[in-house]
């Protein structure tokens, strides 16, 4: 049994966490009951916490509490959606339960889950029951009680996994919605996988990843300074399988003895390999063992990053990401798809326009990057998207800047608060002014099914259409006409007199012809205006006020 854990062990942990969550993100993705096309609990806790795990993976600094902080701070900032916000809430509470910490038991390992479960709480406005928030609080408190009793940290660990598992099962029945399911919460499961991860690097045992997420980790490890490069070539090669070879597991065992970041990728006929070493030739000699190679590449990281940090000192100094300077009070930063849509809100006054949305969640990165580059001393962000809110809201914490953030939760919404905006007022009179206007905007989309499901008694088959109101289904099947009527039905019953129409990529002439003639016979007073948004995933959004 493993005692304690040092940065080495968090290392390996967090590595196997981040094959495990991408291993599984599409049996992942697939537990999210509304079958509309979004951006899925598995791809975005994947993306969140694999770009953690690269930033961490060619460190060399032992005390765990360094390493957590480092995976705390890029999990903060690679977080995407909903999901990969309260992940990343979760691993800053743990990092701060191993502040200064070089190495931790189980008394300290339960102590930090605790702290982890504490921050995410307290970040969420309305924590409900049968969430990943439920999944990880009760983990963490068989910790605790374990703990009590021992502080082998593997122990503490299992007893953490196992009533994570029971914890998880039980969301099936807090939550209404899964329970009409029969599935258990999407999140709740990625924590347990992350769960997984972290024991199975405990009992020695590493996690390999797929095939995709291999070639993303081969490519992406040039986040650190010179001298924390411990392995100085990054020795990639293919090897065509022999009929009569080993277990690739065999070599992935080897290479981990002679470097690290080591990802071994077996596809049937051959075996993909990366490895960081001071000895390529002994990789290359033992990969002859299992057959012969092709595609053999050597790189001297050292000589590369010294190169790149040379390169990067000589750049014009218009070059160098900074800060941009006020130039005005205020600006906007602004999250949409779709050409047309970014265009009308560049009309309306947004200095930045993040590309992403329903199927693409940006993270707070994205998002820091744009409000930033705004020049101004107060920049608004209008996330325009449910899943998107909490990310943007991370991002106040890490910018000079004064950000406000309004919850937007669709591109009608954006619009308006960005029509109700007075240069002139202050910003809690702004703030006040523009949710007061976009939460009077009534929305309405219509999409498609992206797979089977049954959703609230209702039978859906894939590429069906959907027709939302506020989120809600009001609509599904194959004929655009009923989903247009009970859209109209919902936008007209307080006597709107405007609407808007914005068409998406998808909006074909004969689709078109169809919203336009249902539109003009059931109102014929109404005022109607039409956006070529562009947008991706909703053929339609049409706003009401």
Not at 97 to 117: E, I, N, Q, W
């Amino acid at each position: 049994m493993k005692t304690y854990i040092d940065g080495a062990d968090f290392r390996r942990m967090l590595g196997n966490a981040s094959a495990q969550v991408e291993n599984n993100k599409i049996p992942l993705n697939e537990l999210n009951v509304f079958p509309v096309p979004d951006g899925d609990t598995g791809t975005n806790m994947s993306m969140t916490i694999s770009a953690a795990a690269r930033e961490v993976c060619g460190r060399s600094d032992m005390r765990v509490g360094k390493v957590a902080e480092k995976t705390a701070s890029m999990l903060l900032r690679s977080a995407r959606g909903n999901s990969g916000v309260i992940l990343s809430l979760l691993f800053r509470g743990f990092a701060r339960g191993l502040k200064d910490c070089d190495k931790a038991d189980g008394v300290r390992f339960a102590r930090a889950l605790k702290d982890g479960v504490t921050a995410a709480y307290g970040a969420v406005m309305r924590p409900a029951e049968g969430t990943i928030l439920t999944v990880a609080r009760l983990a963490a408190d068989e910790a605790a009680r374990v703990a009590a009793e021992t502080e082998d940290v593997e122990a503490v660990c299992a007893a953490t996994l196992e009533a994570a598992r029971a914890a998880l099962a039980e969301t099936k029945f807090q939550n209404p919605v899964l329970t009409k399911a029969g599935v258990v919460d999407a999140g709740g499961q990625g924590w347990v996988l992350v769960l997984e991860g972290f024991l199975a690097a405990l009992r020695g045992e590493t996690i390999a990843c797929s095939a995709e997420a291999g070639e993303t980790a081969a490519n992406a490890f040039d986040n650190f300074e010179t001298e924390d490069i411990n392995f100085t070539y990054c020795t990639e090669f293919i090897v065509m399988r022999a009929q009569d070879s080993s277990d690739p597991l065999r070599l992935r065992a080897y290479l981990e003895t002679i470097g690290d970041c080591v990802v071994v990728v077996d596809d049937d006929e051959i075996i993909k390999i990366h490895v960081h070493t001071n000895n390529p030739g002994k990789a290359i000699e033992e990969g002859l063992k299992f057959g012969s190679l092709t595609s053999i590449k050597i790189e001297n990281m050292k000589e590369q990053h010294t190169e790149k940090i040379s390169m990067s000192e000589v750049r014009p100094v218009d070059d160098v990401p900074s800060v941009a300077a006020p130039e005005k009070k205020y600006g906007f930063a602004v999250v949409c798809a779709g050409a047309g849509v970014g265009e009308l809100f560049r009309e309306l006054g947004a200095d930045q326009v993040v590309e992403g949305g329903q199927t693409m969640n940006p993270s707070t990165e994205d998002i820091l990057k744009a409000v930033n580059a705004t020049p101004a001393e107060i920049v608004i962000v209008l996330p325009n998207n449910k899943n998107i809110i909490m990310a943007a809201q991370q991002v106040d914490a890490l910018t000079e800047k004064q950000v406000l953030v309004l919850e937007t939760k669709t591109i009608p919404q954006g619009v308006s608060a960005m029509l109700a905006f007075d240069l002139e007022a202050e910003p809690e009179v702004n703030r006040e002014a523009m949710t007061e206007a976009f939460k009077a905007v009534r929305t309405a989309q219509i999409t498609y099914a992206a797979r089977n499901s049954n959703f609230d008694g209702l039978d859906i088959h894939e590429g069906d259409y959907l027709a939302l109101a506020e989120g809600k289904m009001c609509y599904t099947g194959s004929d655009l006409s009923e989903a247009m009527c009970s859209v109209i039905a919902y936008l007209s019953a307080e006597g709107a007199e405007f609407f808007t129409v914005y068409r998406g990529e998808d909006a074909t002439e004969d689709r078109n012809v169809v919203v336009d003639e249902m539109l003009t016979s059931s109102l014929p007073d109404a005022e109607v205006s039409v956006v070529e948004g562009g947008q991706p995933v909703y053929y339609y959004m049409i706003s009401a006020e």
